[in-house]
């Protein structure tokens, strides 16, 4: 068996024997010629099980059909994410990024080692050698062997302390439309996710948390829940009571049949106004200052033409397709934990903190996700399961419903914007001031990245924006909402930022008597991929059409997860207010693309999931209650409702970009800029409230 470790594992690893391999291998080629990838990234239906695979076999010249995948056990030396401060993690839509370098790296080192294996049983110079499709070839002989055959030859090969990677010109799998491996099982139905997890003997829980976050269970009355045909346990807690059963729905009906009273502890009067008065005033006073470009103050003492405006974004919830739900068997000498999570080494630890065991006693079983958008870079539902299985004889999933997940979801800030610009006589933009309250996610999940009142991701769309301001100054306030629970969310900086800063281009053009396009395009001389992807997506949108009466058009622009990316939305917008998103044309240069389907499909999905955030996504709260509880309440776009959406990619040499979130951040002000154009009313204030666009 050979082995090879990544660059950015622990950087001393060597080949193991032929007999096994090392426990820090991303690598292995087998006797067979199977090829197994230890994949440090998790699937939730991003393509990253094809696109990272596909990195190793077209260095490794090998068909992707020959590479076989397990999930990376927790262990953050081996596993870390470079590019996330080495944490094991898959967010930040920067797998690809994180992978691209170092997963052909890898390849590479083992192509070399087979290939010089090769030459050593044959007596040649490795020169002579190349492989190709899994052998190695001496081509004046005509002689080939199998990378199998070589394995444990090649174990014994030193590794190589520099490898030269493939020019662009010679990929023969990177840039092509590979089929995704994980496709088949998820349609046959064989894909194991989380929640489809039943190790021997499991019973099934679900549970009722303090419907206010803080609160505690004051009593509670289980005589009737237990009399349930199925309930085997009521398990109670400090915040929330389980029913253990055979089955979900025994578990639910003697979850209906508990009596519980609740203290709702100090939050019990908590509503959104009050936490949205909050950033408000925070917004009324200077902030850690983010970016500060010229002297803002000054120019706009002398600009001709001043605009203000204020925004606003709501808590959002993630309503994943797979409710929240762990698996978890505690013994007394161990505890064995089946989960999806972005961040298996916190679960790891969480799990065994919360045991109270060594890390070593506690095993995590990593699955395919149902959806992730962030919430699953939490550990919150791992804890919540192992204080449920400490009182549990044998296995117990814990399977949040959906009003569960909904009100005991960590959401998406809510942010408050003040923001001003300032032009000249000509209309051009001299001065632009942005200052913004609201939570910090990273300040909570990785503090050492919180530095000076400031973190990428909250500033991430609304500094270093892809135009030529010469006058720039932007503030931030870390403002903690009191009792709520903040976490990532499918673009969570730019998901705000870029609403704000287009939707206040959009102004600024308005404000000149511009054409949008041709407003942004005389700002973006110094910034050529972004503007070849707003003359692309323009072109193709057909920017100066006529358009019906009742139907609008709007743009955006950006760069964020190191891709530019534009948008254009054709938007239309009836008499009783009712908005329908009819048609969007992305363009996006994303560097170097691996699989292009998948570029694709995670523009149209997020699309989708933003277009859901602009129409319909709100968490309010009401005396300490999130009102929202499930998808009648908090509602996801609908089959019917979904536009037709073209996407246009520029080719690229460069290094690959982030494709998860960015087209989730772009759509919303594209939306809105249209909503804009085809009524005369700005929207300043998210979700879109029809009640506003009514005619007459």
Known sequence: MLSLSLPFGNGDAEAAGAEGFAP???????????????????????????????????????????????????????YGNPLLGGIQATGNSNA?????????????????????????????????????????LHAPTGRRIKYGKL???????????????????????????????????????????????????????????????????KSVDHAAAKAVKGVRQIVQLDDAIAVVADHM?????????????????????????????????????????????????????????????TYQVPFLAH???????????????GCEVWVGNQVLGRAQAAAAKTAGLPLDKVVVHNHLIGGGFGRRLEVDG????????????????????????TQHDMYRPHFFDRISGGLDEKGKPVAWKHRFAGSSVIARWAPPLFTNGL?????????????????????????????????????VGPSHNVFVTESFMDELAAAARQDPVAYRRTLLDKAPRAKAVLDLAADKAGWRQPLPKGIGRGVSMQFVFGTYMAQVADVEVSSDGAVRVRRVVCAVDCGTVVNPDTVRAQIQGAIMFGITAALYGEITLKGGRVEQANFDT???????????????????????????????????????????????????????????????
């Open 249 to 309: 729905g025994a578990a639910k009906k003697g979850l209906a049949a508990l009596v519980i009273e609740w203290d709702d502890g100090p939050h019990a009067k908590l509503d959104t106004d009050t936490i949205v008065n909050e950033l408000d005033r925070a917004t009324q006073k200077p902030g850690a200052v983010a970016q500060n470009i010229g002297d803002v103050d000054k120019a706009m003492s002398s600009a001709a033409t001043k605009v203000e405006a």
């Open 96 to 136: 690809i990024r994180a992978a691209w370098q170092p997963m052909r790296e890898a390849g590479a080192a083992a192509r070399i080692m087979l290939v010089a294996a090769a030459a050593k049983r044959w007596r040649v110079d490795p020169a002579s050698c190349r492989a190709q499709s899994g052998e190695v």
């Open 634 to 696: 908090y509602q996801i776009l609908r089959m019917n409702e979904a536009p037709a959406i073209e996407v246009h990619i520029v080719q690229s040499s460069e290094p690959p970009g982030g494709m998860g979130e960015a087209g989730t951040s772009a759509i919303v002000p594209a939306v809105t800029n249209a909503i804009f154009a085809a009524t005369g009313k700005r929207l300043r204030k998210l979700p879109v409230d029809s009640a506003q666009l009514k005619s007459g």
């Open 382 to 405: 791992v804890i919540r399961a192992v204080e449920i299985a400490k009182q549990v004889d044998g296995p117990v999933k814990v399977v949040w419903t959906r009003e569960d997940d």
């Open 151 to 217: 394995a444990a030859d090649a174990a014994r090969m030193p590794v190589p302390e520099s490898v030269t990677l493939k020019r662009p010109e010679d990929f023969r799998l990177i840039g092509t439309p590979a089929k995704r491996l994980d496709a088949p099982s998820k349609v046959n139905g064989t894909a194991v996710y989380g929640i489809d997890v039943r190790p021997p003997g499991v019973k099934i829980a679900t549970l009722a948390q303090s419907p206010v976050f803080g609160g505690r269970v």
């Open 455 to 491: 973190d990428p991701d909250t500033t991430e769309g609304a500094i270093d924006l892809v135009y030529a301001l010469p006058n720039l100054h932007v503030e931030y306030w870390r403002v903690e909402p009191p009792g709520v629970p903040t976490a990532f969310w499918r673009s």
């Open 24 to 78: 820090n291998a991303f690598i292995r080629i087998g006797r067979d010629g199977g090829i197994v990838l230890t994949m440090p990234y998790v699937e939730m239906g991003q393509g990253t099980y094809t696109s990272i695979p596909m990195l190793i076999a077209e260095e490794l010249e090998v068909d992707l059909k020959q590479v076989r995948l397990e999930h990376a056990p927790p262990n953050e030396k081996l």
């Open 319 to 333: 309503a994943a397709m797979e409710p929240m739900n762990c698996t978890v068997h505690v013994r007394k000498d």
